[in-house]
């Protein structure tokens, strides 16, 4: 009996060990990027926003978000003040000097061999679509070198727009920025057919640095959230920042006087929103 209690507890212990082992190779990087987006979003300015993003790649999927807002969960995880009110209530602040940095990208998207993930907050609500990967590629007999490192063309129809990519079969991982992935080799360089929208790979951290490091994206930004399709997520949004917008507004004034004051404020921030439609200039043009 006790040689029994004890193989049970050997066996128990190496079960362990080995869950761990699997978690834990699950969550080391096997590769991470940077890339810059060069993105016009407006069609009445030719002024182009410029973000830098990541890449993060598993054994298993590859994450993908914007450096500025995950710099933002790092600032505001280490910044938060809590203060207690009389009434029973709280209020959120920040320390002193804290700036959390800007960005129109919170989203976060899971690439997989299965599909994509997206992923974003609408309000205080953490939402996801999935969606499956792109198949459609069509890949050409053309070569390029893109700093210093050896490319080869593929172009595809996504969302509405015709796009443009330079892959590298060096790179053996299926991903790239956003939602493109599935092609033979890492995605460098991508580009829409008007050059809107240019995602290029800017920077890679060394294998020898990515030992043992692991993925540094909060599971909050992706786990837990409620499953939804891309066009009910968008009104979503739509719909949590017109009530910010609102909410906003209304403070420091008194009731009354605030009620004619937000419905005119919000009545020219609608004027606004619509006049902001007309030249809007997404980069899925398509849901």
Known sequence: MYYLKKLFCLLVLFCTVLFYAK?????TLRGEFTYLLKAKFDTRSEYKNE???????????AFFAS????KGDSVMANSGLITNNSDGSITLTWKEGVVIPKTHFNFTIIQSSQNIEYFD?????????KEPIIKNWKLLDE????NTINCKKAEVRF??????AWY?????FPYG???FSGLPGLIIKITDEKGDFDFELVKSVPDSKLKGKLVNIKKSRYTGAIETTQAKLKKAKENANANAAAILASYGTTIIEGQEMLKQREKEREKIREESKKYANPLELEN
């Open 51 to 61: 973000e830098l993003f990541t890449l993060q790649i598993t054994d298993s999927r």
């Open 143 to 146: 070569t390029r070198v893109i």
């Open 168 to 172: 590298s079969p060096e790179i053996p």
């Open 23 to 27: 978690l834990y190779k699950k969550d």
């Open 67 to 70: 450096n500025k807002s995950l």
């Open 177 to 179: 920025p956003m939602k």
């Open 121 to 129: 907050l609408a309000g205080l609500s953490l939402l996801t679509y």
């Open 159 to 164: 969302k509405g727009r015709n796009w443009i």
